[in-house]
């Protein structure tokens, strides 16, 4: 797929990011295993990529879980399991030891729902900074100096979020940041279904296209580590991935036609495999037939397209599902109990 | 337009249904008026409509208004004077005095916020009616007895709205039912901006496809007046909207090329005017050069296509836009001012 | 101790409204075990004693725990199941079987924190009923059908509560009623600590000084259990407990100067034994030296006094703990575990 | 009235500290003006007085209202007017002009009702600090720069909250703090309607007899303005109070029976005028007759007695109204409406 040079990339999500080049070398910087019955993907940006995808060099892995789409009490146990394992190798990939004293920043609205898993996380942490100064005598041994913050955003508070940061760090002096945020998603099936964490800094809002200061090991002096989870997705997204959905689904049409039935039928097609790569999609000429001149635009030019028509009509709605409040309750405690017990558990290493 | 005989019309508003339907006679049958510069539709279902649209009999009027998204606190003004006119019309139309006893009802589920507008709304209703019976003294002149419950949603309660209510109104007797709902819509542009007034009763859940038992005076024995507002949309639909938006795009490229340019650029489409009539898209050939085999079906079509295809995928979601919780909250103060005003205030006629 | 006849015992809890009569047979109509630890007593009010202590006919039967104030996690556990097999035996006896249908009633109002622990019961609660019309695959052996609604509160619906539920039985006709709601207590200590199960049916808000209709099996022609815990308390109370902790705190030292040290001093009296008895109290002489002519009255000519001071006043404050956003939150979760194992798990007995 | 050196006078209201001391020279430093109809008592603690109170040196200024407890519209909206104009007097005291800029502090904590008043009053406050670096074209003319946080509180977040503040302060650098917080009272009575302002710091939690670090000009290097509300009172002060009501109350029995009625008799007593001073409490030989070697005790003594009697019983109590979501909600609006109009309008002097 060639890069049409014209178009910023502006997604969240570095799995998104890299699907949407082609000159992106997958074979040698990415992994896929499966933890606990989840996908568990690590993608490694270094400086050569980080420019092509418009993201910062780092780890970003990604944890793929309908736990709470399912609203699967099991699967939420297995992904706070699988977000602590995958949280505590980062730790250690960062040189943060056991003890390293930790500062939590829940990002987001409080009075926002779909922008309130930030601070909703932060309110079911375990909070042990000020009793090691205060009452040591409550401090078990595997535990280390936790403190949390939500510092709002710059449209209610006045102040840019990486100030009000900048400013606690310098007076708490932590060993490390964990950043936990909302994201937007370019991809409808990501929605509360991917769990990102990576060490790379995040831009708030980045994914709604405001330009904030960043939050990183640059500007800080000390490693960032995020936590981000789709919870919005924008009309261009949800438009552009159904035109996919029904490409795929014809595609498939077209091919049982002429093959032997080697494939499972759209309606048996797994929420964990949707990524469309190229050998879903049915040949370019089919795709003109099905969707005639819009068939024949790769994907960043079919979203482009989508944009330029929602963008001055203000259509392009960044929307939630409608399950939103219970949503972010359940996604908050999978979280807050994976972080509890990557923060204050013995390594299960 | 020709309507594809295998398809059910899923719509809460009146407003959308008939336009789906080239046999409407809308000639006789509506009216838009301005009222405080708010377009107010009627539309006037008889039993030969009632039948074709899938609708109960009786008036719909919708009043159009941007005072939610846009946060304008003239329009809010101006939106809760409308609403009390049309209320007051409507209420003097079924023979509905300015002493009798109103029953407000509120619908919905109190804790998933999109479905949360009835309950808001009854939240800050002026209540009087255990005023008449045990402080009279507290009554002024122009008042009537109000009374409001929120019965819950059955998947909450495990019974049938329509069973509470029945119960409350055998019990209280009220002169009048006036039901608040959130609604589905068929249209990105509806939500949040259109409130539907109806005495044709109700059946709650029926726009996401819920078949819940009715709410009318059929069951009441007692007149029924609804007010509803879209506050989700389905993926279904922002898709199918995006098409259309991006064929009438094209099409005015096309007719602009020919043309004298006596027609508003795309950008320049007021948001008040979507509703794509069949002169406004292009010529099914040109549709189907731009969207190939879906460019040439009909409206009806392309979403049942597009049904079929997203929903064994369980990616047709039900989604609201991210300020929900903000417009939800100013949403309920446009409409319980106008109630108020309506049921307390003497009519401004 | 005489009784005043002048005076009109207030309380919500029949342990405290007996405490206040010496002509109440305590021999043989009370019974105090201990079950997992937790202290039940049970009070037995015939028709004798109904008129006495202007409470109802029936079984009072009372848990007492410190979960809720110690935030203890297993006291919790111990105080869910107590409460369930407390409230299994008293369906037991009112014979109402393992499968009859079940109506709960949270009362009280969900916008006012410490009144809305019935509300917020309901919304915890394993809710059945619907799903035994509608999806009977889905209803396991021990389940019951189980419907729950919250009625609300008169000066916000405008109706009467008793109505409100008289016209939903009428509707739904289930075998028995169970209603939630908060308290009033005339003792600090009892404050989210004291659950009072009944079959005596409920005047709401009767603790608070106002005169509703009541919910019983005279109105509704079914049994009705109730559930009810004390969540606020006034300051005639805490003013009169007070002195009460100053005569024992006193009287004790009294009473060391003279005997052997066989008594608990003051500072290790133990929460759970607070009621004070005659016997506890300094002699009328030492209680006259300490408080005067208030220290010569007796507990409820006491309590009047203080309340003709404070009343005039608008200083006899209906108050709640501070904490009291936690405590409901923590407590609903106690009891809607209790009732979820009562009504639908087998019976341990 | 002789002090008790042993005690610690803990009070968050300067009013309420000058009354326990008899050698407080009330003629020259006090000052009480009526304003728009409330009492508005003005106490300057200088150095000296500031050792004895136990309270820091500069202004303090408090307001007296009915508005949120009578829930009086135009009382609120007076209530707003005069806090916006001792406002503006006391920033014009502190020399701070017309377009410096602010950083408002929002103490508490937003979980726990009776403690949200700083929360609350944030989020309803105009913020225009990033509009003059982003959007200058949005600044109307007599506004200036204002900036919120919300730091919470050093038992969730694990900081001193003084810490947070310090290390944004360090960065954003504003002219001046203003610090709102809800406060414990000594008074029934002053719960909810008394609004102290005061430029001399505040201690976050001393109230309740937590010991934070200071939130002081000292610290900051810039002026300091707070403005509190007391929302909790413990069980020590409702008895103590309760106790001398009863003593006034008689003690004007008392002197009625020898007096012309040249007084009003208890039941008419106004709100505004509770504190009692000596003159009005009954000779010691009549408080002794009444209330024995209790009623002999000074308010301090009375006080320290019942503290040592219910600390240890685990009775002392800290108790908010039970309309407490009620009052915080309109006390937010009143305190918002006051800073907004003080912050952004031109000075009416």
């Known amino acids: 797929m060639k890069h049409n040079e014209g178009l910023t990339i502006r997604t969240d999500l570095a799995i998104e990011a890299k699907d949407l080049f082609s000159d992106y070398d997958h074979s040698t910087k990415d992994k896929t295993i499966s933890m606990s019955g989840l996908k568990v993907h690590h993608v490694w940006v270094d400086e050569a990529a980080a420019e092509t995808l418009n993201k910062r060099k780092g780890h970003y892995i990604t944890i793929e879980t309908n736990a709470i789409k399912k609203n699967d009490p099991d699967q939420k146990q297995n992904t706070s399991h699988v977000l602590k394992e995958v949280l505590q190798q980062l730790l250690g990939e960062k040189g943060i030891s056991q003890d390293s004293q930790c500062l939590v920043v829940g990002l987001g609205n409080n009075y926002v729902t779909p922008d309130a898993l930030g601070p909703s996380v932060i309110s079911k942490l375990l909070i042990t900074n000020h009793l090691f100064e205060y009452h040591p005598e409550y401090i078990e041994d595997h535990q280390r100096p936790v403190a949390a913050i939500s510092p709002g955003v710059m449209g209610v508070t006045g102040i840019e979020t990486s100030d009000v940061i900048k400013g606690v760090v310098n007076e708490m002096k932590p060993d ?20 990102q964490l990576s060490d790379a800094g995040i831009n708030p809002g980045s994914g709604i296209g405001n330009k904030r200061k960043e939050l990183s090991e640059d500007v800080y002096g000390i490693p960032v580590i995020s936590i981000g989870v789709p919870t919005v997705v924008d009309a261009v997204t949800i438009t552009s991935d159904t035109i996919d959905f029904v490409f795929k689904h014809f595609g498939r049409e077209f091919s049982e036609k002429d093959q032997p039935k080697s494939r499972l039928a759209p309606a048996q097609i797994s929420i964990g495999e949707k990524n469309l790569t190229e050998s879903d999609l049915p040949e370019e000429h089919t795709r003109k037939e099905l969707f005639g001149m819009i068939g024949g635009l790769e994907e960043d030019e079919k979203r482009q397209l989508i944009q330029e028509v929602l963008t001055p009509l203000g259509h392009n709605l960044m929307v939630t599902p409608k399950e939103v409040d219970a949503y972010i309750h359940e996604l908050s405690k999978v979280i807050s109990d994976g972080i509890n017990q990557a923060l204050h558990e013995q390594s299960s290493d």
Do not use: P, Q
């Open 176 to 195: 490390f940041l964990l950043a936990i945020d909302a994201l937007a998603s370019r991809s409808v099936e990501r929605v509360y279904s991917t769990i």
